[in-house]
């Protein structure tokens, strides 16, 4: 791979990330989770890195916003 490729591919991962990271949004790689799963798995890494929950009990992933669940392994291009 290309030296400018890698760089333009570390940019566009960069600003996914950020995007992420800025509005709470929670990745699972697991497409066959649900999404109470999700919120849950979710809520716990609030506790842990926050020392407290995000959000009330019963109300959706962090800040309202959305759980990305990935596609399965070997899916996709």
Known sequence: MDASARVAVARKLAVIMHAMWSDGTFYSS?????????????RK?????????????GLPVPNGSQAIVGAPAGAGA
């Open 45 to 57: 890494k609030d506790q842990k890195h926050l020392g407290r929950p995000a959000k009330a009990p």
């Open 30 to 42: 697991d497409a066959g989770e649900s999404p109470e799963q999700v919120t849950q798995r979710a």
